[in-house]
């Protein structure tokens, strides 16, 4: 028995959520007597894994299977699954996870539990903690399938590290590698941030309160300082004043990082759908009455323009001390 995780990557790297779900495994297999298996395309360093309590890493180096495709990968994680006997399978909440996630409950027969954020209480019935409407409350859902399937929500268990003594195997799943032909990918557009907004613990984003593309630099100088990932709202892609690939909301990317600086956005109900899950909320705006006041942990009421340089002037000069 064991427990099987998903492993992303990105350029052939274990992503950042990927060592979340191993220290979430590891937590758990060491209350059940379980080992945790990891699978995965593409992954040049794969022994990353065992700092976080991989005990096995089923590596596929089937070049198509490097480009994600939902169908393609569920049937990889299924015959991973059947081979390493895992009863609980763990994703991630990244984009692709979320596509794949229903895909791959069907394939497994699975109960599936998306937006978990705690490990399963030690009863006699599988209970796991999950958000729900829109990060605003907490559920506590049974699953009584046999075979379980958990997307957990990110930035919600941490990366902790124990190491243990690991191997890593070849594997060749059985894949029908004909779902490629469905649809291929013909062009990536990469946001233009240093730091990808899945692994970003500092969010730092932007709405049309900065008034133009022309006037982004000091969010960028900002993000910077603190090594941080930017973003914007929907109107601001929408007016192609940032790619879209920064789009935080409901119909862009949800995050959660520890983090989120929300300079110039009002805090329309869909942003907030997409940003709830941050643990801790910085507002600037010169609105007192912006609706994202009242959902932040901390609000400064001011002019961006303003405030912003002073802002980064002082964590430049706490830098330096």
Known sequence: MSILIYVESQNGKVAKSAKELASYARAYADKTGQDVVAVGAGLDDADELFKYGVNKVLKVNNESLKQFNAFAHAQMIADAAKTSEAKIVLISSSNDAVYLGPVLADLLEAGYVSHVISLPEEKDVFVVKRKVFSNKGIAYTEILTDKKLLRIAKNSF?????????????????????VYEVYKVVNVEKATGKISLSDADIVVSAGRGMKGPENWGMIEELADVLGAATACSKPVADLGWRPHQEHVGQTGKQVAPNLYIAVGISGAIQHLAGVNGSKNMLVINNDPEAPFFKAADYGVVGDAFEVVPKLIEKLKAFKQQ
Do not use: H, M, Q, Y
């Open 158 to 178: 941490g990366l902790i590290e124990n190491a243990v003594e690991g191997t890593i195997e070849s594997f060749e799943p059985d894949v029908d590698l004909s």
